[in-house]
């Protein structure tokens, strides 16, 4: 019962909004159906009812933004990095005039701009209601939410065969949280099954994400620096114990049959193809979500639907001007992060922020449509601004619950 009351809490924290973000992967799963990769771009039944989803988010997202006077919503998007974001989705739409699929193109970049608001509307909201760790536990919850619903959508598409892999949606969405969890959650079992699952979950992105983002301790308080060093100390005894190649090859490289890009799932090989068509349009690219697909669907790498990499995708679809929109927007946010006076909360914001990087060079992210790790990538990054962004205003609270 008392879980319960918890899980209804948490699902209404934040309205409706809030409501619709956290329904978006039961969605998936209900209407999400094996088909052939030709099809991709087809639009079909469970295409309908996506557009009907972000339609009527559109609407509730609507009335949102008229009914209420949204001061802190404004700081969160036009007075912080996120505002970069919101002049690559622009261009994003501008692409369609010389789309290799104008309707798709529209249609996904105005779908990135209901996220991006839906996302930052819910995190406002939870920011105005709740405490720092009351806002920290809610993000917790998101991100175990989103966990289970996603081994829940894995076992539909592979059935109980799929079972010793269950933890595969945990490579895009789960493990960005890890730093958040681990070094803000008040409860030891969420951490220790955070850690489990960002080891079993066996992605060599996650491992370099989780590796790098340790280096950001050095510069934290004392404890930080602890755990850099003991982490620095067992590093080494492991790699004296067993080799550093054969080290690397278990943890970094997990998987591959060599050390080096060159083995790196096909991925060097897609970015080189993608890149050297992006140079014959540098300026324009090919249009937002359509270029990449159509591309890649006359290639010799027909499995895939897109680069696996959040630049490439923003240089190959909006040219350079997007490629260079999408590098300030996370130039902007490092920078804001690196300003944070608390050493606890600037450690846990470098780490995450590192570890989105490292995820959106080697996976769908930002750069592309809202899939992979598009929502968990815009979500933590909203979210870290928008704590950001309250604390600088902590003298005008009283002004901000009173307008929003």
């Known amino acids: ?7 209804r809490t948490f699902i209404w924290a934040s309205g409706l909004t809030g409501f619709l973000l956290l329904f978006h992967p039961i969605l998936t799963i209900l209407i999400t159906r094996r088909r052939d990769l030709s099809q991709a771009s087809d639009l079909d039944g469970s295409s309908i009812i996506q557009i ?5 988010c559109t609407f509730i997202i609507f009335r949102e933004l008229t009914i209420f006077n949204q001061f802190l919503l404004k700081k969160i998007i036009f007075r912080s990095p996120i505002k970069f974001l919101l002049l690559f989705n622009i261009l994003c739409f501008l692409s369609a005039l010389w789309s290799t699929n104008t309707i798709l193109t529209l249609y996904r970049s105005f779908e990135c701009l209901v996220f991006l608001l839906l996302i930052t509307l819910t995190i406002k909201k939870l920011l105005i209601k709740f ?23 894995r076992l539909k598409l592979v059935g109980l065969s799929g079972i010793s892999i269950p933890f595969l949606p945990s490579r895009l969405f789960f493990p960005l949280f890890f730093f958040i969890i681990v070094l803000f ?20 992105k996650i491992f370099i994400g989780i590796s790098m983002g340790f280096l950001s301790f050095i510069n934290g308080s004392v404890r930080n620096k602890i755990i850099f060093v003991f982490f620095g100390i067992s590093l080494f005894f492991i790699i004296a114990f067993f080799g550093f190649d054969e080290v690397l090859l278990n943890s970094l490289f997990y998987g591959r049959d060599s050390i080096g890009l060159e083995d ?16 014959e349009k ?3 690219g090919y249009g937002f979500a359509s270029g990449e697909l159509s591309l890649l669907s006359v290639s010799s790498w027909k499995g895939a639907i897109n680069s ?40 846990a914001f470098l780490s995450t922020i590192i570890i989105i990087t490292v995820v959106s060079v080697s996976a769908p992210g930002i750069g592309g449509r809202v899939y992979g790790s598009w929502i968990p990538s815009v979500f933590l990054i909203s979210l870290m601004i928008g704590l950001i962004v309250l604390d600088s205003l902590k003298r005008n609270s009283t002004k901000i619950r009173k307008n929003n």
């Open 1 to 7: 019962m008392k879980l319960f009351h918890k899980l």
């Open 52 to 56: 009907g989803y972000v339609v009527f």
């Open 131 to 153: 405490t720092f760790d009351q806002v920290i536990e809610w993000t917790i919850w998101f991100a175990f939410w989103n966990l289970v619903v996603g081994i829940l959508f």
């Open 185 to 204: 959650g008040k409860k030891t079992l969420p951490k220790i099954v955070t850690i489990v699952i960002a080891i079993i979950g066996l992605s060599n």
């Open 264 to 279: 790196a799932s096909g991925r060097k090989q897609v970015w080189k193809y993608l890149i050297n068509a992006g140079l």
């Open 282 to 284: 540098p300026l324009i």
């Open 308 to 347: 696996h990499n959040s630049f490439v995708s923003a240089f190959v679809n909006t040219g350079v001007l997007g490629l260079i929109l999408l590098i300030i927007f996370f130039y902007k946010t490092l920078i804001l992060i690196l300003k944070i006076r608390n050493k606890q909360k600037r450690i």
